[in-house]
């Protein structure tokens, strides 16, 4: 199994430009989340998703947005980027909670760095 | 709201030696709590997975512990190596929340030969 996957590795954009991060899971998990990390911080939670069709906010969703059409793929779309969206952004998955064991373990991607200018 | 915290933000130790890192939350109503470790420029790995019904949990050199009453959790890494060096995130699933998580902001922990 590949895991956790997400594209771009790095991006810059300028300000007002949109783009979408990539977010792909094979391992049949139902949740999938959005975090930012910014420098010296912990993470905090953009959006998730307790399977395709459904999302809700998380922490800090502003300016952010998400749809889930299948199991695996999770986007994050930002539309007018600003400076203040300048990150890492993890991509995480995990099987829905309340089963024995570890099976709430969420499992993250590699991360995307994006740079807004 | 949960708030997760670390201390110390940063820690150097000599190799070999036994260490505790400290995560507290600030409230008591979780369903497990997690402990993560980040190398620079990549994600997170799992390390520990403690149940709110647990009291620790073990893996290899490393033993994570819980208590809900004093919101705080532990992590100790016995005989520490370089290669332990990386960032400690600890992080609370509260109850009904769809498992998101709630982190800290992590301790830098380097092991010095």
């Known amino acids: 199994n590949a895991g956790v996957t997400q594209t771009p590795k790095f991006r810059i954009l300028k300000i007002g430009q949109s783009m979408t991060l990539q977010c792909a899971q094979d391992?049949?998990?139902?949740?999938m989340y959005w975090y930012r990390q910014d420098p010296g911080m912990g993470l905090k939670l953009i959006y998730y998703?307790?399977?395709?069709?459904?999302?809700d906010k998380g922490e800090v969703p502003n300016g952010y947005n998400v749809s889930r059409s299948t199991t695996e793929d999770f986007p994050l779309r930002l539309e007018l980027a600003a400076p203040s969206q300048t990150s890492v952004y993890f991509c995480a998955s995990s099987y829905s909670p309340g089963l024995a064991g570890d099976t709430d373990t969420q499992y993250f991607g590699p991360g995307t760095r994006l740079t807004v200018l | 709201k949960q708030e997760v915290t670390q201390i110390p933000a940063a820690l150097s130790v000599p190799e070999g030696e036994n260490l505790v890192l400290n995560c507290s939350f600030t409230d008591s109503a979780i369903y497990n709590l997690q402990w993560f470790r980040q190398d620079p420029g990549k994600g997170l790995t799992s390390l520990l997975l403690i149940q709110s019904s647990q009291r620790e949990q073990t893996s290899g050199r490393l033993n994570a512990s819980l208590d809900k009453s004093s919101g705080r959790s532990t992590l100790y890494i016995a005989a520490s190596q370089p290669g332990d060096s990386a960032t400690y995130l600890c992080?609370?699933?509260?109850?009904?929340?769809?498992?998101?998580?709630?982190f800290g902001t992590g301790t830098r922990l380097q092991v010095t030969l």
């Open positions: 992080a609370a699933v509260n109850t009904g929340t769809a498992s998101k998580l709630t």
């Open positions: 391992m049949n998990h139902n949740y």
């Open positions: 998703s307790v399977g395709a069709g459904i999302t």
